[in-house]
């Protein structure tokens, strides 16, 4: 029943935690225990990013934008928040021993995000093509430390993503 509530609502369920960053969310996601929660928790602390997802994040297809929503229903860390961002950027996270940063091809991004989407394939793959076309999606080879916040920001910065900050 839920697979066709979001359906009939143009809409998808992204295993992610969001932040929010300059009034935009930016989603991190992974198969379980890659680092969405520790990337986020990463940015909270040394960027002030408001943590508004932990786990799933409702994607909305709502005129040429996608709008992000809170899921009620969170996992290990039970962070939830019903507020509505517009999306900014998707990062795929990656363990690793450096800091690397690229954006995805679309067939690529496409994959990586369809295995993270609780939706049948079919109805999820046209809107995926769609948010390809406009919205970013990176993937972040990452450690668990401030340079990967630092690499994934310059980053969003230079793709105009955020509003650049200044490092003073």
Known sequence: PMRQMLAH????LLHSSRIAVCDK????TA???????????????????????????????????????GYPV??????YSRKWLPL??????C??????????????ALKCL?????MDFRDTEERMTILLAVYPVYQLICTPDQDAVTCLRKQLEKDEVI???SDS
């Open 74 to 79: 969170d996992g290990s860390s039970p962070i």
């Open 114 to 118: 369809t295995e993270q989407t609780a």
């Open 25 to 28: 969310a930016i989603l991190f």
């Open 9 to 12: 609502f143009q809409a998808m």
């Open 163 to 165: 509003a650049v900050v």
């Open 88 to 93: 900014g950027a998707i990062v795929v996270l």
């Open 31 to 69: 198969p379980s225990g890659t680092g969405k929660t520790t990337q986020a928790k990463l940015w909270n602390r040394f960027e002030k990013a408001e943590i508004v997802s932990n786990d799933r994040t409702i994607l909305r297809k709502q005129g040429n934008d996608f709008s992000s929503y």
């Open 95 to 108: 363990q690793g021993a450096e800091n690397h940063i690229r954006r995805l091809p679309v067939r690529q």
